[in-house]
């Protein structure tokens, strides 16, 4: 089976512009899953989707950042606009049913804000 | 909320040393698991623990669970230079106010081997 995929890999903007990064869960994965790694630091929770419902998004760090998952499917987080400290590397997971058993990852997308 | 703490921070071995990493956990936890991410690389699952003071094996690789369901451990036996870059422990969380089931993180532990 395909695993999560992410892109970009990587995305160089400058401060102030925007960026989306889009996430395909493992097919028939109801919940999908944000989280931020930020200067080798531990792995924060964004938010958490079950289908298209926003079920958690408590670790947003601010209004600047937004996340959708229309048709319970792929997933976008827009950052808009990006300051320094949004740079780290986003990662998306996906897990089958309502407990979170071991997540698959996707490879992440390292944005770097100048 | 849940705290998932991580020691040591990071650590350096000549290959074919032992290698220890713990976890601690704020609350009890239903299970734990271990990722293991490499240079440059995701986080990868590694293997989950559920019950209290089991110990699973993955070759050199030894996971632990605490009786009390609120520490674990991961020990590696003979590290080699594979062995290379940051484990994680991770433990789910439930929220009921907001619904959240997801995992928190530990802060990992940074494994470097030297040749």
């Known amino acids: 089976e395909a695993g999560v995929t992410q892109f970009p890999s990587h995305s160089v903007i400058e401060k102030g512009q925007t960026v989306t990064l889009r996430c395909d869960p493992i097919s028939g994965h109801d919940n999908l899953y944000w989280y931020r790694r930020v200067m080798g630091k531990e792995i924060k929770f964004l938010l958490h989707f079950v289908k298209e419902s926003k079920q958690d998004e408590s670790g947003m760090p601010n209004n600047r950042f937004l996340a959708e998952r229309t048709g319970g499917t792929y997933s976008t987080l827009k950052v808009q606009p990006a300051e320094l400290e949004d740079s780290g590397v986003y990662f998306c997971?996906?897990?089958?049913?309502?407990?979170?058993?071991?997540?698959?990852f996707g490879s992440g997308t390292r944005l770097t804000v100048v | 909320g849940q705290q998932v703490m991580q020691i040591p921070q990071y650590q350096h071995v000549q290959e074919g040393e032992d290698f220890t990493t713990y976890c601690n956990s704020s609350?009890?936890?239903?299970?734990i698991q271990w990722y293991k991410q490499r240079p440059g690389g995701h986080p990868v699952f590694l293997i989950q623990l559920v019950k209290s003071g089991e110990v699973k094996k993955q070759k050199r690789l030894t996971f632990q669970f605490g009786e009390a369901k609120k520490n674990s451990s991961l020990h590696i036996t003979a590290t080699q230079t594979t062995d290379v870059g940051t484990y994680f422990c991770?433990?789910?969380?439930?929220?009921?106010?907001?619904?959240?089931?997801?995992?928190?993180f530990g802060s990992g532990t940074r494994l470097q081997v030297q040749p």
């Open positions: 997971a996906s897990s089958h049913g309502g407990i979170p058993w071991g997540y698959t």
């Open positions: 609350t009890t936890l239903s299970n």
């Open positions: 991770a433990g789910p969380s439930y929220f009921m106010d907001t619904g959240r089931r997801a995992l928190t």
